[in-house]
Structures are given as structure tokens and as C-alpha cells.
């Protein structure tokens, strides 16, 4: 991983060299900054193996402390160009990457903004980068609950491919149209010889409310199996008054029963997020959630009736410090078929404990 480091900063020195005009120079900016989070998950199934649940991606330890997610980041931009580049470790990048080559799988961002037009904010960015889809990011200290949504953690963290990107001159519109590799790819799947495509809306009416729309189409299996994938992100972000906001999500997905069928399989996830901020310092928040999905078509359970299975959590944080936040969450789950594992028995439920400290400058 040092090499990866000194690699990142020995790159940052020489970025601002690319410049080209003056007035670039005098306008751009080179940002180094740096996340981590360590956590503790306590699992009261006592799964046998490290890794808890299969269709969970974060925090997915047992009895053990480690790291989630760390990374260091670069960050440079002037008037016209904008190229971000952050390397990573911890289970988030073991889990969520493990079907990459290994040189890729330490890299969290790589990208490249090239904005196209002088006077509206009209900008094209390609490379790898944060998902567009989703009310919940990886970065732990930007979200409402500890731990990420089923809702998250099935669907993409991150992407590789090229959008073109607009935001109104007024900030309450914005618009992007994106070409992809596919469901949450860097290279695409073997023998897979389709791109996928997607867009984003979001819709800031003023600084209380936050409406989002985002998709994804194409098919993320090999040519000869050909299936067309069609998913659909809606959430909306509310702060309804000055210590209390929620966050309401819905998404919904349809996949090819098999290559050329007209039939197709479906799966979906409500999600209600509510946090109250008592002060600097103290907040409590909380999720409901359901995630539906019969046929397997991302949560495989091999059961009669599929992977159906409400989930709830309750989290306190502290704000010890400005760059510094403890996190302690209880969260549980009921399945409608005997999916989890305790004691070499199925159960229909789970119940777990994480606790997280992360920081960041």
C-alpha cells in the first residue's frame, strides 16, 4: 500500500503543471485529504466464518476489529478541468471489489471533468467513480445510519464509465446522462460485450428538500446469457425542522428471466431514514427498510420464497471532535423464510451490534 501513497503524492506535485492558461493558474486548487473508520461488529447468531451475511458489504465482520474503509485522496480543479484520484484498503474495498483485477481493487476514484461549455456549468467526467445511484455513499460519516441500507448494499457503490453533467445556474437542477461498464464494474464481467447506460436528476427546490432520480439499463452477464436489466433510484431528503430530517427511498429493479424473455423477474426496497440532532455534539437516528427480491435475482437464498426481509436499526453518535465521530448501532432483520445461520440451525431472524470511529481531514 506505501507504494500506492507515495505514488498518489508524487502525482499531486505534478498536476497543477498541467495547466494551460493564466487564469487557470490562478484559480486551480490541489486538495489532499484522507478518511478511516474502524469498527466492531458483534453478531448474535455467532456466525462461524469471519464474514457475516453474503449480501452484505460494509461491516461485514464478526467479533473482530478492523477496518471498513480508508483512503487517501486527490483532489484538483480549476475553471475548466477537474480530476479526482483516491487509493483504499479495509473489507469494503476486499468485499465490494473482489471480482476486479488486483491492481484495481485498491482504487476508490479515478476521474477526469472536462467542462465543455464557457458559460453554463455543462461538464463531461469518465473513469471511476461514486455511484449515481442511492440515498448512501461508502463514506460512513456522510450518512444518516452507521451501518448502509440492504437497499445500499445491493445496489452499485461505484462505476466506471462517462457522463455528461449540467447544473442550473440557480444550483436547484441537476441533470446527467451516463455510459457504464456495467452493475458495479471496473472492467466489465467476462464475455460481456454490452455497455449500460443511466441518468440522474436531482431537484433542489431550496436547502430543506432534496428530490432525486437516477437508473440504470443494460445487462451485466456474459453475451450468450444475455439478460437486460432495468432499475429505477427515487429518494427524497427532507429537514423538517432544524434538529429533525428524513430521508424516504424506494427502489425498484426488473431483470430478464433468461436472454430474449419477455418475462421478467422483480425486486424492490422501501427504506424510511429519520435522524434527531439534540446538539454539536449528540444525535440519534433510525431506518426501516424491506427489501423484496423472490427470484434471486441479487440476494440468491435458494428458498421458497426468496429473500424477503424487513430490516430496522437504532444508532447514537458522538461528535468527539470536528473531523472525529463514534458511531453505535443496533440493527436486526426478520426474513419471511429461515435464511440466517446459528448454531448450524436456519433462523428467521438476526440481531447485531457495530460500533465505528472515524476520521478524517
Known amino acids: 500500500m506505501k507504494k500506492y501513497i507515495v505514488a498518489l503524492l508524487f502525482a499531486g506535485l505534478f498536476l497543477p503543471k498541467a495547466q494551460t492558461t493564466d487564469s487557470a493558474k490562478t484559480d486551480a486548487k490541489l486538495k489532499i ?3 478511516a473508520e474502524v469498527f466492531y461488529t458483534y453478531d448474535f447468531n455467532e456466525p462461524s466464518g469471519r464474514n457475516r451475511q453474503n449480501f452484505l458489504y460494509s461491516y461485514n465482520r464478526h467479533n473482530e476489529v478492523n477496518l471498513n474503509l480508508g483512503f487517501i485522496k486527490a ?3 480549476n475553471e475548466r478541468m477537474r480530476a479526482n484520484l483516491a487509493l483504499m484498503a479495509g473489507t469494503y474495498a476486499q468485499d465490494n ?3 476486479e483485477q488486483d491492481a484495481l481493487k ?3 476514484e479515478a476521474n477526469i471533468g472536462i467542462k465543455i461549455s464557457k458559460t453554463k456549468n455543462l461538464w463531461i467526467d469518465a473513469g471511476i467513480m461514486p455511484s449515481h445511484i442511492g440515498w448512501e455513499s461508502a463514506i460512513g460519516k456522510d450518512n444518516v445510519n452507521l451501518t448502509r441500507s440492504l437497499a445500499a448494499e445491493n445496489s452499485p457503490y461505484f462505476e466506471t464509465g462517462a457522463k455528461v453533467s449540467y447544473t442550473s445556474d440557480n444550483g436547484k437542477w441537476f441533470l446527467s446522462g451516463l455510459v457504464l461498464n456495467g452493475w458495479q464494474r471496473i472492467a466489465k464481467a467476462e464475455e460481456n460485450k454490452s455497455l449500460s447506460f443511466g441518468h440522474q436528476i436531482t431537484f433542489k427546490p431550496n ?14 452477464k456474459p453475451q450468450d446469457d444475455k439478460r437486460m436489466r432495468y432499475f429505477h433510484d427515487l429518494y427524497g431528503n427532507f429537514q423538517l425542522t432544524d434538529h429533525f430530517s428524513t430521508t424516504l427511498g424506494f427502489d425498484v429493479g426488473a431483470e430478464q428471466k433468461e436472454k430474449g424473455s419477455e418475462s421478467y423477474n422483480l425486486w424492490y426496497s422501501p427504506n424510511v431514514l429519520m435522524k434527531y440532532q439534540f446538539d454539536n455534539q449528540w444525535s440519534l437516528a433510525g431506518r426501516v427498510e424491506y427489501f423484496s427480491d423472490k427470484n434471486g435475482v441479487i440476494i440468491a437464498t435458494e428458498t421458497p420464497n426468496g429473500f424477503q426481509t424487513f430490516g430496522y ?3 447514537v453518535d458522538y461528535q468527539i471532535l470536528k473531523n472525529v465521530v463514534f458511531r453505535t448501532e443496533a440493527r436486526g432483520f426478520t426474513s419471511k423464510d429461515a435464511i440466517f445461520v446459528k448454531n448450524d440451525n436456519l433462523r428467521q431472524g438476526n440481531f447485531f451490534i457495530t460500533t465505528s470511529l472515524a476520521a478524517w481531514f
Open 33 to 35: 485529504s484522507a478518511y
Open 75 to 77: 483532489n484538483y480543479e
Open 207 to 220: 436547502d430543506k428538500i432534496t428530490l432525486n432520480s437516477s437508473s440504470f439499463i443494460g445487462n451485466d
Open 106 to 108: 485498491y482504487v476508490n
Open 97 to 99: 471489489l473482489a471480482a
Open 313 to 315: 436499526s437504532l444508532n
